[in-house]
């Protein structure tokens, strides 16, 4: 099964074109070498993958258990695919936005003044606020 296909069928990525493009931008690798979409998975082949997302860079790693017919259910996915992602990197990727100082949802709208206020005192206490030079 190619590698794409594979990505996209054990719900490593949420679309087949995203899969093409993680891979084509080198944040897949087998191996410890990049790879080509195309390049067939083999049953004990060990996928390391780098997911960007807004807040950090964790690294999840996986192990070709088999290949699937289809794309499969969340339920099914270990049946072809053993995560061997670290508790440190699983840590990172349960980072949430909201556990950032100073992060608002998007479409939150603007900070309230109580907010703001929040904000500045946790900026003065951590010691790099832009009026904790007074």
């Known amino acids: 099964m190619r590698l794409d296909l594979w990505l996209w069928a054990v719900r490593a990525y949420k679309t087949r074109?995203?899969?093409?493009?993680?891979?084509?931008?080198?944040?897949?690798e087998?191996?410890?070498q990049a790879?080509?979409?195309s390049r067939l998975v083999k049953t004990g082949d060990v996928l390391v993958l780098?997911?960007?997302?807004?807040?950090?860079i964790w690294t999840r790693t996986l192990c070709v258990l088999g290949a699937p017919p289809s794309r499969v259910g969340a339920k099914l996915?270990?049946?072809?695919?053993?995560?061997?992602?670290?508790?440190?990197?699983?840590?990172?990727?349960r980072l949430r936005p909201g556990s950032i100082s100073g992060h608002r949802p998007r479409g939150a709208g603007r900070p309230t003044k109580r907010e703001r206020r929040a904000w500045d005192e946790i900026?003065?206490?951590g010691g790099g606020g832009a009026d904790s030079e007074n």
């Open 17 to 28: 074109p995203l899969a093409v493009s993680a891979i084509k931008n080198g944040r897949v």
């Open 30 to 32: 087998i191996g410890g």
């Open 123 to 125: 900026d003065e206490g």
């Open 50 to 56: 780098r997911i960007d997302t807004d807040v950090t």
């Open 77 to 93: 996915v270990p049946l072809y695919a053993e995560d061997r992602t670290s508790p440190e990197e699983l840590e990172k990727a």
């Open 35 to 37: 790879t080509k979409p």
